[in-house]
């Protein structure tokens, strides 16, 4: 039946909820699908409109952000995501200690809660600590902050430790290990040589038959979080050439990355000495004894000297983040499943990602968690429509999007 006071039924709305959220269609998409089977399948059931589901959306993500919690031992991994304009939105998500999967395998949006939500003009110390400490009423006990080692977060979160004693608070290791690379990669003339020359190459055979052969693009923003892909097709590229069966256009366009055969080598064995360690302790998370058992893995790869560098820098960072877990305690060590939420999200909001954040900022909330139907009916009649608008008025005020929109209308800024 329809939670109270609404129109259709709590099963029609987890299914377009989930159309959105899992299946990936957007919002109207959602709603012509739903349109289009139950016209297809001949139900004499009213469908739901674009409206209706971005207002599910809003009021699942609100309650998620004002309902009780259970009280107890958490760790919090709290970041910022950014678009156009001034402002920043402080996301902090979290889960009991004792619930987290570690051991058993990585940490699921469906495992997490979405705890403290804030867009900050200007991200002090101060506000993040005055955030951390309205999370830390909703949870109880936090054991464990987890960031990416960002400068406009760790000063709120030691002044948040001055206030709570036994607070650990670890850095993503995925972070740590891309600036690693980067650091590595800015003194080897030989890489920005190769990227240079990766990107002409991919230009040469952009309108070619040869098209399938373009290299994946890198990342403007945190690359070496994701150079994997390209060192993987380069790799191919090369056993191709080493076979004699590329074309002549193949040839002539990657012919050069013979004499970056020995380097390709090397910077690929970093990359195995950095997945495998990203690896283990997304699902095992750290501990005291982490270092050690990188060790151990690392013992079964080739490494080149490149990547033993790698391997020490890191082991100093997993050590120093372990030290901070108690005996037989097991912390977590990564933020990528709040960066996934992020990119959700961004996918959400669609084109409107580009006119800075919208009210379907507060829809982070309905990312998280295992929302049956029953826990969906609780939470569409706590939170009415009128509360998740008024939220969104609240905090986000007259958005970017809203400001062009004036603009566009009345000419004037």
Same mark, same amino acid.
């Given at each position: 039946?329809?939670?109270?006071?609404?129109?259709?039924?709590?099963?029609?709305?987890?299914?377009?909820?989930?159309?959105?959220?899992?299946?990936?269609? *957007?919002?109207?998409?959602?709603?012509? =699908?739903?349109?289009?089977?139950?016209?297809?399948?001949?139900?004499?059931?009213?469908?739901?409109?674009?409206?209706?589901?971005?207002?599910?959306?809003?009021?699942?993500?609100?309650?998620?952000?004002? /309902?009780?919690?259970?009280?107890?031992?958490?760790?919090?991994?709290?970041?910022?995501?950014?678009?156009?304009?001034?402002?920043?939105?402080?996301?902090?998500?979290? /889960?009991?200690?004792?619930?987290?999967?570690?051991?058993?395998?990585?940490?699921?949006? *469906?495992?997490?809660?979405?705890?403290?939500?804030?867009?900050?003009?200007?991200?002090?110390?101060?506000?993040?600590?005055?955030?951390?400490?309205? #999370?830390?009423?909703?949870?109880?006990?936090?054991?464990?902050?987890?960031?990416?080692?960002?400068?406009?977060?760790?000063?709120? &979160?030691?002044?948040?430790?001055?206030?709570?004693?036994?607070?650990?608070?670890?850095?993503?290791?995925?972070?740590?290990?891309?600036?690693?690379?980067?650091?590595?990669?800015?003194?080897?003339?030989?890489?920005?040589?190769?990227?240079?020359?990766? #990107?002409?190459?991919?230009?040469? &055979?952009?309108?070619?038959?040869?098209?399938?052969?373009?290299?994946? %693009?890198?990342?403007?923003?945190?690359?070496?979080?994701?150079?994997?892909?390209?060192?993987?097709?380069? =790799?191919?590229?090369?056993?191709?050439?080493? !076979?004699?069966?590329?074309?002549?256009? !193949?040839?002539?366009?990657?012919?050069?990355?013979?004499?970056?055969?020995?380097?390709?080598?090397?910077?690929?064995?970093?990359?195995?000495?950095?997945?495998?360690?990203? %690896?283990? &302790?997304?699902?095992?998370?750290?501990?005291?004894?982490? #270092?050690?058992?990188?060790?151990?893995?690392? *013992?079964?790869?080739?490494?080149?000297?490149? #990547?033993?560098?790698?391997?020490?820098?890191?082991?100093?960072?997993?050590?120093?983040? =372990?030290?901070?877990?108690?005996?037989?305690?097991?912390?977590?060590?990564? !933020?990528?499943?709040?960066? *996934?939420?992020?990119?959700?999200?961004?996918?959400?909001?669609?084109?409107?990602?580009?006119?800075?954040? !919208?009210?379907?900022?507060?829809?982070?909330?309905?990312?998280?968690?295992?929302?049956?139907?029953?826990?969906?009916?609780?939470?569409?009649?706590?939170?009415?429509?009128?509360?998740?608008?008024?939220?969104?008025?609240?905090?986000?005020?007259?958005?970017?999007?809203?400001?062009?929109?004036?603009?566009?209308? %009345? =000419?004037?800024?």
């Amino acid at each position: 039946p329809p939670a109270r006071g609404g129109q259709f039924s709590v099963t029609i709305v987890r299914l377009a909820v989930d159309l959105v959220l899992q299946a990936g269609a *957007s919002m109207r998409g959602a709603a012509a =699908g739903l349109a289009l089977m139950g016209s297809r399948l001949g139900l004499d059931v009213e469908m739901p409109s674009f409206g209706a589901v971005r207002s599910w959306l809003l009021r699942l993500g609100c309650h998620a952000l004002t /309902c009780a919690l259970p009280m107890g031992v958490w760790v919090l991994l709290l970041d910022h995501t950014v678009q156009i304009g001034p402002c920043k939105l402080l996301v902090i998500v979290g /889960c009991p200690l004792a619930k987290t999967p570690l051991g058993e395998r990585p940490l699921r949006q *469906s495992d997490l809660h979405l705890v403290g939500m804030s867009l900050m003009e200007h991200s002090t110390d101060e506000t993040v600590a005055a955030e951390l400490e309205k #999370a830390r009423q909703r949870v109880g006990t936090v054991r464990q902050i987890v960031s990416d080692n960002g400068s406009d977060l760790n000063g709120g &979160v030691k002044l948040f430790q001055q206030k709570n004693a036994g607070v650990a608070h670890t850095h993503d290791v995925a972070h740590q290990a891309a600036n690693v690379l980067k650091q590595r990669r800015n003194r080897d003339e030989r890489w920005s040589e190769f990227v240079s020359k990766l #990107a002409q190459a991919g230009a040469k &055979v952009r309108q070619t038959r040869e098209a399938h052969l373009r290299p994946p %693009t890198l990342r403007a923003k945190a690359r070496f979080m994701n150079i994997a892909p390209t060192l993987r097709f380069a =790799g191919r590229v090369l056993r191709l050439l080493d !076979t004699g069966k590329a074309s002549s256009r !193949t040839q002539e366009s990657y012919g050069w990355l013979v004499e970056y055969r020995d380097a390709l080598a090397n910077w690929q064995s970093e990359q195995a000495v950095v997945e495998s360690a990203l %690896t283990h &302790v997304r699902t095992h998370g750290i501990n005291q004894d982490t #270092a050690a058992t990188l060790d151990a893995v690392w *013992s079964k790869l080739e490494m080149m000297p490149g #990547a033993h560098d790698v391997a020490a820098r890191l082991r100093t960072a997993v050590r120093t983040e =372990g030290a901070q877990a108690k005996p037989g305690e097991k912390l977590v060590a990564s !933020t990528e499943i709040l960066e *996934s939420v992020f990119g959700k999200l961004k996918r959400l909001e669609g084109s409107y990602a580009g006119d800075g954040f !919208t009210g379907l900022s507060l829809a982070v909330g309905a990312l998280l968690g295992e929302a049956t139907e029953a826990q969906a009916k609780e939470a569409l009649e706590a939170v009415p429509k009128k509360e998740a608008d008024n939220w969104v008025q609240r905090v986000l005020g007259t958005t970017v999007q809203m400001f062009r929109r004036l603009f566009v209308n %009345t =000419g004037e800024a």
